[in-house]
Each structure stands twice: as C-alpha cells, then as structure tokens.
T-cell receptor
Framework: DQQVKQNSPSLSVQEGRISILNCDYT??????FLWYKKYPAEGPTFLIS?????DKNEDGRFTVFLNKSAKHLSLHIVPSQPGDSAVYFC???????????FGKGTKLTVNP | DVKVTQSSRYLVKRTGEKVFLECVQD?????MFWYRQDPGLGLRLIYF???????EKGDIPEGYSVSREKKERFSLILESASTNQTSMYLC??????????FGSGTRLTVV
C-alpha cells in the first residue's frame, strides 16, 4: 500500500514560470513532510519541510503548502530556473518514528 | 561540512557474489538507513539502524543483511547478488532531526 503518492511522473515548465509539484498521503499519523531534490548520479538533498501544525512554509523561491483535511501537499517553485530540473521526492514521517516514507518522485524539467 | 560517504560510486558484480556496500557518516548520528532507488518505484527502505548493533527491517529486506559494529559505519550486504538487485543504493543518516543526510549513492550492476 503506497502511503505517499506522487501521481505525476513528470512535469515540464518554462523558465520563469511557476512549477507546482503535488503529493498525496493516506496515513493520518504522518506529522512531518519533506521535499527532496535529486540530480542523476547524486544522493537526494533536502529542500524544504513542513510540520502538520502549519499550512505553509516558505524558503526563498520554494514554498510548501499542506492541506491536512485533503491529505495533500504541494511544492511551488517561483520562478522556475533550468537548474531546478531534477527529480523531486515527497516524504513523510509520523511522530515517534525516524523512518521516512517516500513517494515515487516527479521529474521536473525547466526549459530555457 | 557534514558528510555521509559511500565507499563506491559504481560497482559491477557477478551473480552469486557476496557484495558489501559501505557507508560512513561523520555527524555522530544515531540513525542510519539503506534505501534503493529504482525508476518508477522511488526510494524504498531496505534496513535501518537506530544504534550500534541494532537493526530493523525496512520494506524490502529480502536478500539483504546489514552490519553496524561502530556508530559511524553501516554496511549493507547482498548475501548472493542477483540481477534484480541491480539498482542505485543510497545510505542516509539522521539524529532525531526531521531530515536525512544522504550519501552520493552507489550504482550497483549485477551481471
């Protein structure tokens, strides 16, 4: 049973426009959510996170929104840059556990 | 700068070989993890360790074992490598914080 779902395997946007990556989860016990970015042949790097007590967290060009009632979160990148082209993984954890559950990833391509 | 170091970036092994993947972290982290990444399947947890000599199975432990004799080192062992274990293997660590630090990964090909 897939607890964290990224239903879009890929997304293509133009440079300067907004990129919106979506993630849904099924486990209501999750209380912390993270986004990781991964380039080919490299390990994932942490991008941004959000606690379940918040509905928005912003860091520069990156904003994560959490809708607990819908069990949905999204990552907004504004403006998108070609260097943002990578695979983005959504991850979640529940209180008391150190295990992260990852989605399958969305490959973002930002075209110049 | 904090680091998680995986000993090999690329490995090619033969079917049936015993394979060791090594991971070392310099952050004094309690928790260490092994994931594999496959196209269309995302990151799947193989094993994790929350202390020296302590380990727990993840979602896909079959065909793997682990060893953690020292806090900084977490080894993944493929007892008898098979072609379906060809994958990117990622080691990570954390210590009660909410995010992981990942290594650069080991691309293993079993022929």
């Amino acid at each position: 049973d897939q607890q964290v779902k990224q239903n879009s395997p890929s997304l293509s946007v133009q440079e300067g426009r907004i990129s919106i990556l979506n993630c849904d989860y099924t486990n209501s016990m999750f209380d912390y959510f993270l986004w990781y970015k991964k380039y080919p042949a490299e390990g994932p790097t942490f991008l941004i996170s959000i606690s379940s007590i918040k509905d928005k967290n912003e860091d520069g060009r990156f904003t994560v929104f959490l809708n607990k009632s819908a069990k949905h979160l999204s990552l907004h990148i504004v403006p998108s840059q070609p260097g943002d082209s990578a695979v983005y993984f959504c991850a979640a954890k529940r209180g008391g556990s150190e295990k992260l559950v990852f989605g399958k990833g969305t490959k973002l391509t930002v075209n110049p | 700068d904090v680091k998680v170091t995986q000993s090999s970036r690329y490995l090619v092994k033969r079917t049936g070989e015993k394979v060791f993947l090594e991971c070392v972290q310099d952050m004094d982290h309690e928790n260490m993890f092994w994931y594999r990444q496959d196209p269309g399947l995302g990151l799947r947890l193989i094993y994790f360790s929350y202390d020296v000599k302590m380990k727990e199975k993840g979602d896909i432990p079959e065909g793997y074992s682990v060893s953690r004799e020292k806090k900084e080192r977490f080894s993944l062992i493929l007892e008898s490598a098979s072609t379906n274990q060809t994958s990117m293997y990622l080691c990570a660590s954390n210590m009660g914080s909410y995010g992981y630090t990942f290594g650069s990964g080991t691309r293993l090909t079993v022929v």
